[in-house]
């Protein structure tokens, strides 16, 4: 099944709302569909000037609407603000703010609700990995990250597998690597949700993303696409990224 190759870039706490809208301003004028999950502040004043081809997002909602939730930011706020998509269940929202697969999966339910794409993050950690428990973490993390979705709900989810141990560490999985574990997950979708479901599912790779291994990660049949982190914080490297990443066509 032919996919478009999805690029996305996770900013995490990084930019002011004048270096956002800087960066921006900087990418090639004729950039393919690429994604940026921007901080919250700069949400609104970069979806005024961003070129059509860019989809923005956020980074995290509370799995409320409203409430006595000081320092919180709502599903509804971040789509008045522009957003399209949100990034849940982070591997740093997971072990430094000790977010649960239950609590992951309300905000994945109060997002949809609110009509915004989800890309669920999930991964193991090297002490995991380790163990042989790859699998059975990432079956956990997902059925339950995705509990009681039904497969209207399911067509707006993206999964973002990261290696927590790939993850700012210059460790990188390689391509084989990746694409053991990326087709893992297709099966394990498969098994929960159907062929179609796994089939149309975009399941993107996450962890050390460089110009260098970006064409030979996305020519792997189950990676579609990439969620970057600190290589997306320079234009010029994200924008070298987002070409030879199109070297590599599904």
């Known amino acids: 099944m ?4 999805r690029i996305v870039a996770n900013w995490k706490m990084n930019k002011t709302i004048e270096e956002a809208t800087d960066f921006i301003s900087k990418l090639p ?34 799995s409320e609407t409203h409430g006595p939730f000081t320092g919180e930011i709502s599903a509804d706020m971040v789509k ?12 740093e929202r997971r072990h430094t703010f000790n977010e649960t697969n239950e609590f992951v ?26 163990a042989e428990q790859t699998t059975e973490v990432l079956k956990k993390q997902l059925f339950e990250g995705l509990f009681e979705l039904n497969m209207e709900q399911l067509k707006q989810v993206s999964i973002a597998y990261e290696p927590v141990w790939a993850i700012g560490t210059g460790q990188a999985a ?13 099966n394990l979708i498969k098994e929960k949700w159907g ?7 975009f399941i993107l790779h996450g962890g050390s993303i460089k110009p260098e291994n ?12 990439v969620l970057v982190g600190g290589a997306a914080l320079d234009p010029s490297t994200f924008s070298q990224i987002i070409q030879n990443a199109g070297n590599a066509k599904k």
């Open 195 to 201: 062929e179609l479901a796994s089939e149309k599912m």
């Open 80 to 91: 008045d603000a522009g957003a399209e998509f949100v990034i849940l269940g982070h591997s």
């Open 214 to 225: 970006i064409a030979e990660l996305t020519s792997q049949p189950d990676v579609d696409g």
């Open 105 to 130: 999966n309300k905000k994945v339910k109060q997002a949809l609700l609110t009509d915004l794409q989800v890309i669920l993050c999930i991964g193991e950690t090297h002490t995991e990995r380790d």
């Open 29 to 62: 004028e004729d950039i393919k569909v690429v994604s940026i999950a921007v901080p919250s502040t700069a949400l609104y004043t970069c979806a005024q000037m961003k070129p059509p081809m860019l989809s923005l997002g956020a980074q995290n909602i509370h």
């Open 2 to 5: 032919s996919k478009e190759v």
């Open 174 to 186: 390689t391509a084989q690597m990746a694409q053991e574990t990326h087709f893992i997950l297709r």
